[in-house]
């Protein structure tokens, strides 16, 4: 329950920053902040935050040790087999999705390499934000009047990345990955479209921290989906379930 609690309140608290920011798209402040460091600050921030996110996806056990997280392996692309007992059958880890057909919407193969969707789709978006973030905050990329529309197009984006473990049963896993590239890049366009609108520092900002708090709550929903599958599996003896 405690545990139900913390994913419902990351849930609500991540959705309710969100209608914020897209409020104030709609009544933005009526006098633009005169701060010529704006761009500078803000895209190195939201750079950096990229390139920790890509990290963390490639080698997510040094990650999850630095921020003192378990199971370090549970956000990576890469491939870990090894048998796992279940009953009289054996089972292989995919990176961290176990050789079960409950888990089969979750992978993709290249090759004779099986990918997790969701976190290949988070790399794509990440490697996407942070070459919109230098092209935007420290280049010549203008989107004029489109800061409303990319706003708005980046929220469903980051709506859809939220709501994909509790509300839809996605069972393609080239769905997942479109769902989560456009999860980790809608938060790019979110920022641009606020920034266009307000031009304000301090939004600005307050979408960066609020960016980092929708990422935290998309993997405590990924592991409780996981959980939730592992929950309804009829395979009791799955070690898997202990991981």
């Not at 329950?1 to 402040?29: C, H």
């Not at 704006?38 to 630095?66: D, E, M, W, Y």
């Not at 520092?201 to 993997?219: K, N, Q």
Request: charge should be positive; proline fraction near 4%.
């Amino acid at each position: 329950m405690p545990r139900n609690f913390a994913i419902v309140f990351f849930l609500a608290a991540s959705l309710f920053g969100l209608s914020i920011i897209m409020a104030l798209t709609l009544y933005p402040p009526s006098v633009p902040e005169n701060f010529i460091w704006r761009k500078p600050l803000v895209g190195s921030i939201f750079g950096l935050i990229c390139i920790l996110g890509i990290l963390a996806v490639l080698f997510p056990q040094a990650c999850s040790k630095t921020i003192g997280l378990k199971g370090g392996g549970e956000h990576a692309p890469h491939v870990l087999n090894r048998p796992i007992n279940s009953g009289e059958k054996k089972l292989t880890l995919h990176g961290h999705h176990p050789d079960c057909g409950h888990f089969s919407a979750h992978v993709f193969q290249m090759g004779n390499k099986s990918l997790c969707a969701g976190c290949t789709g988070l790399l794509l978006g990440g490697l996407a934000a942070f070459v919109g973030t230098v092209l935007y905050f420290f280049g010549n990329l203008h989107v004029g009047q489109n800061g409303l529309l990319l706003s708005w197009m980046g929220a469903a984006g980051v709506v859809l990345g939220l709501l994909q473990f509790s509300l839809f049963n996605i069972p393609w896993s080239s769905v997942r990955l479109f769902i989560n590239a456009f999860f980790a890049f809608g938060a790019f366009l979110v920022l641009v479209g606020i920034d266009e609108i307000a031009q304000n520092v301090f939004m600005d900002l307050f979408l960066v921290v609020l960016s980092v708090f929708w990422l935290f709550t998309r993997i405590l929903l990924s592991r409780w989906d996981h959980e939730r599958i592992c929950r309804i599996c009829g395979v009791k003896a799955c070690e898997f379930r202990g991981l």
